[in-house]
T-cell receptor, first 108, second 113 residues
Framework: RKEVEQDPGPFNVPEGATVAFNCTYSNSASQSFFWYRQDCRKEPKLLMS???SGNEDGRFTAQLNRASQYISLLIRDSKLSDSATYLC?????????FGAGTTVTVRA | NAGVTQTPKFRVLKTGQSMTLLCAQD?????MYWYRQDPGMGLRLIHY???????AKGEVPDGYNVSRLKKQNFLLGLESAAPSQTSVYFC????????????FGQGTRLTVV
């Protein structure tokens, strides 16, 4: 079983739509959680950290459910510039484990 | 404002050749990592280092060696390249904190023929 599993998508949504997707992780002792964004053939960059209480950063909302071991990301009012692959990342003992990514395409 | 710099950015090797990938960071980060990314598989950890002079194996260490003689540099070596090592390699660094962001280099695209 992979440590971090994501729905690969692709999610193809119109501008202004809301899109949401999850990932699950297998190690219940995981200590911190993140969403990274990766544009085609480029390096991953941090989108936001994920906290148990849930957190927002502009149009992005992340949730963590430790009991069920899943993390979610919701994007409101999608923009063309949100088209990317979103990587779910879990940290255990300073080792980051990455999901394979969820691809989102926002169309005009 | 360099951040994490990887050298080279592209390389083609013949099977059996050796090479070293260099990662340099100027943020005084303690931790450094080498990942490989293959289609549909996400990033997989090859080796990592929690400080100068220390290294540890990650998820897929076979066929690779690393060294961290200086805090700012983390080298990844391929002793005898194989076609299965064709991949995109990313180096990353971070502070010694569980909640901190990892910064990535721009990647090295390696093809082994």
């Amino acid at each position: 079983r992979k440590e971090v599993e994501q729905d690969p998508g692709p999610f193809n949504v119109p501008e202004g739509a809301t899109v949401a997707f999850n990932c699950t992780y297998s190690n219940s002792a995981s200590q911190s959680f993140f969403w990274y964004r990766q544009d085609c053939r480029k390096e991953p960059k941090l989108l936001m950290s994920v906290y148990s209480s849930g957190n927002e950063d502009g149009r992005f909302t992340a949730q963590l459910n430790r009991a069920s071991q899943y993390i979610s990301l919701l994007i409101r009012d999608s923009k063309l510039s949100d088209s990317a692959t979103y990587l779910c990342v879990v940290n255990f003992d300073y080792k980051l484990s990455f999901g394979a990514g969820t691809t989102v395409t926002v169309r005009a | 404002n360099a951040g994490v710099t990887q050298t080279p950015k592209f390389r083609v090797l013949k099977t059996g050749q050796s090479m070293t990938l260099l990662c340099a960071q100027d943020m005084n980060h303690e931790y450094m990592y080498w990942y490989r990314q293959d289609p549909g598989m996400g990033l997989r950890l090859i080796h990592y280092s929690v400080g100068e002079g220390t290294t540890a194996k990650g998820e897929v260490p076979d066929g690779y060696n690393v060294s961290r003689l200086k805090k700012q540099n983390f080298l990844l070596g391929l002793e005898s390249a194989a076609p299965s090592q064709t991949s995109v390699y990313f180096c990353a660094s971070s502070l010694a904190s569980l909640s901190t962001e990892a910064f990535f280099g721009q990647g090295t695209r390696l093809t082994v023929v």
